[in-house]
T-cell receptor, first 113, second 110 residues
Framework: DAGVIQSPRHEVTEMGQEVTLRCKPI?????LFWYRQTMMRGLELLIY????????DSGMPEDRFSAKMPNASFSTLKIQPSEPRDSAVYFC???????????FGSGTRLTVV | KQEVTQIPAALSVPEGENLVLNCSFT??????LQWFRQDPGKGLTSLLL?????REQTSGRLNASLDKSSGRSTLYIAASQPGDSATYLC?????????FGEGTQLTVNP
């Protein structure tokens, strides 16, 4: 298995633009997680899905953030409109086990200028 | 709410030394405990997973233990090498969320 695949690896965009981050989880993993990592706040859980259904989105910072999982092999995290404070590394992770055994993607480094 | 703390925040040791990284958590009802490694600018690599019924796991020079009663986990690295230099994060779950510590930045000097 190629692991969790995220794209793009780097994204630089202007404030106010829409940004879409993509994730392909490991086949057979029922859980998918979106995390954000910053120097100030460390790793924060934004949202997670179980069998393509959003279970807990309490970590999504604002209505500007939305996430979807249309099928078991694809998820998106969208920010519209983007702001400079959204600059961070966004990680996707998947697992077959809730609460452990997570495999992380390489992340998307987002810079909003 | 689970809170995870890692001590020390940074550690610098000479090559060959055995070392211990510490992780403490506030909720003793922790279910799983996972240790990760993160290299600069990279993603997280899973090192060891200790599931609820287990007390320790070993992989090569790494050994992780979990003591739920004291709210602690340790990661033991034997015969450290410069290639072990990275940030090590522990993460625990007491429900649906995996909560991360802030990490220990390890530098192994040749």
């Amino acid at each position: 298995d190629a692991g969790v695949i995220q794209s793009p690896r780097h994204e630089v965009t202007e404030m106010g633009q829409e940004v879409t981050l993509r994730c392909k989880p490991i086949s057979g993993h029922d859980y998918l997680f979106w995390y954000r990592q910053t120097m100030m706040r460390g790793l924060e859980l934004l949202i997670y899905f179980n069998n393509n259904v959003p279970i807990d989105d309490s970590g999504m910072p604002e209505d500007r953030f939305s996430a979807k999982m249309p099928n078991a092999s694809f998820s998106t995290l969208k920010i519209q409109p983007s702001e400079p404070r959204d600059s961070a590394v966004y990680f996707c992770a998947s697992s077959s086990l809730l609460g452990g055994g997570y495999t992380f993607g390489s992340g998307t480094r987002l810079t909003v200028v | 709410k689970q809170e995870v703390t890692q001590i020390p925040a940074a550690l610098s040791v000479p090559e060959g030394e055995n070392l211990v990284l510490n992780c403490s958590f506030t909720d003793s009802a922790i279910y799983n405990l996972q240790w990760f490694r993160q290299d600069p600018g990279k993603g997280l690599t899973s090192l060891l997973l200790i599931q609820s019924s287990q007390r320790e796991q070993t992989s090569g020079r790494l050994n992780a233990s979990l003591d739920k009663s004291s709210g602690r986990s340790t990661l033991y690295i034997a015969a450290s090498q410069p290639g072990d230099s990275a940030t090590y994060l522990c993460a625990g779950s007491s429900g649906s969320r995996l909560t991360f510590g802030e990490g220990t930045q390890l530098t192994v000097n040749p």
